[in-house]
Structure formats: structure tokens, C-alpha cells
């Protein structure tokens, strides 16, 4: 009953059922699920080899290379993302359903390039560009829960429409 009451309070569906339909067929569904979870565990990793670098004041390299890492984890998730969003809703972005996580990723992308942009440039000292970093990691975090909190509306609605 308390599903069925939250999935109410929205005004419209994710997913028509033909976009439902697309979801669940295409192969960029599985990749999403694939490459979700893997972005979460590097961004983990990435994140204790920070949280040590200012905590020790050594492995500097390795937090570094770990956050390149999850930059392109994460443009490959985005690239992937969009190609997902023109099979569902027909086009690469800012689909009405996804509209706001969408416009919430041009920041998370904005900020981890930035991270690669200072870094290869030098335009930073180590302290700042793991200020950057932290701050590219929690707009990410943000970005995450908006996906979550839209993974489980969905999955509410599925279970409401059986």
C-alpha cells in the first residue's frame, strides 16, 4: 500500500509502456547496470586513496591516477548513458523523465574535467586539485542518489503496472 501511494504522488510515469518495453530489451540497459555499480566501487577506492593522501600526506600518485580513472569510468558511463536515452525516449539527452539528472551531470562532468584539465595543465598545486576532486566527487554522489532515487520509482511503477 505504502508503494503504491509513493508512486502516485508523481504526476506522470517514467516509462510509456512502449519506452518500458525499449528499456527492457536493449543491450545499453545491461551495460548501464554493468557499469553503474563498477563506477561506484572505483569512485570507493579512488576515494580512500584520497582520504589517505590528507590524512598521511603520501600517495599523492595513486590518488591522482585513481581520480583520472573515475573520470573515464565516468565519461564512459555518460557516453553510454545518452546512447541508452536515445533508444528509451528517442534522444541523446535532457529526456523529460531524466531531465534533471541529466542538467545535474553536465556539473559532474564539468567539474571532473576541470580535474583533468588543471592537472594536465599544472595550473593547480596538489592541494587544490584534490579540492577539486572532492568537490567533483560530491556532485557525483548527489548525481548517484537522483539515478537511485529514479531506479527505485521505476521500480515501483513496474511492480504497481503488474
Same mark, same amino acid.
Given at each position: 500500500?505504502? *508503494?503504491?501511494?509513493?508512486? *502516485?504522488?508523481?504526476?506522470?510515469?517514467?516509462?510509456?509502456?512502449?519506452?518500458? +518495453?525499449?528499456?527492457?530489451?536493449?543491450?545499453?540497459? %545491461?551495460?548501464?547496470?554493468?557499469?553503474?555499480?563498477?563506477?561506484?566501487?572505483?569512485?570507493?577506492?579512488?576515494?580512500?586513496?584520497?582520504? *589517505?593522501?590528507?590524512?598521511?600526506?603520501?600517495?599523492?600518485?595513486?590518488? %591522482?591516477?585513481?581520480?583520472?580513472?573515475?573520470?573515464?569510468?565516468?565519461?564512459?558511463?555518460?557516453?553510454?548513458?545518452? /546512447?541508452? +536515452?536515445?533508444?528509451?525516449?528517442?534522444?541523446?539527452?535532457?529526456?523529460?523523465?531524466?531531465?534533471?539528472?541529466?542538467?545535474?551531470?553536465?556539473?559532474? /562532468?564539468?567539474?571532473?574535467?576541470?580535474?583533468?584539465?588543471?592537472?594536465?595543465?599544472?595550473?593547480?598545486?596538489?592541494?587544490?586539485?584534490?579540492?577539486?576532486?572532492?568537490?567533483?566527487?560530491? %556532485?557525483?554522489?548527489? *548525481?548517484?542518489?537522483?539515478?537511485?532515487?529514479?531506479?527505485?520509482?521505476?521500480?515501483? +511503477?513496474?511492480?504497481?503496472?503488474?
Amino acid at each position: 500500500m505504502a *508503494n503504491h501511494a509513493m508512486t *502516485n504522488h508523481s504526476a506522470q510515469p517514467l516509462y510509456t509502456q512502449e519506452q518500458r +518495453e525499449r528499456r527492457d530489451q536493449t543491450y545499453w540497459t %545491461t551495460v548501464q547496470g554493468v557499469l553503474a555499480p563498477l563506477q561506484f566501487v572505483v569512485f570507493l577506492v579512488s576515494l580512500a586513496l584520497v582520504v *589517505n593522501y590528507l590524512i598521511s600526506g603520501s600517495g599523492y600518485h595513486a590518488a %591522482t591516477v585513481s581520480i583520472v580513472l573515475k573520470t573515464f569510468v565516468l565519461y564512459l558511463i555518460m557516453v553510454t548513458g545518452a /546512447i541508452w +536515452e536515445k533508444v528509451v525516449f528517442g534522444q541523446y539527452l535532457l529526456a523529460p523523465a531524466f531531465f534533471w539528472e541529466d542538467v545535474f551531470s553536465f556539473l559532474v /562532468i564539468a567539474l571532473h574535467t576541470a580535474y583533468l584539465l588543471t592537472l594536465s595543465m599544472g595550473w593547480l598545486d596538489s592541494g587544490q586539485l584534490i579540492a577539486l576532486a572532492l568537490a567533483a566527487y560530491a %556532485t557525483y554522489v548527489v *548525481n548517484a542518489g537522483q539515478f537511485l532515487f529514479k531506479l527505485r520509482r521505476a521500480r515501483l +511503477e513496474t511492480a504497481d503496472s503488474a
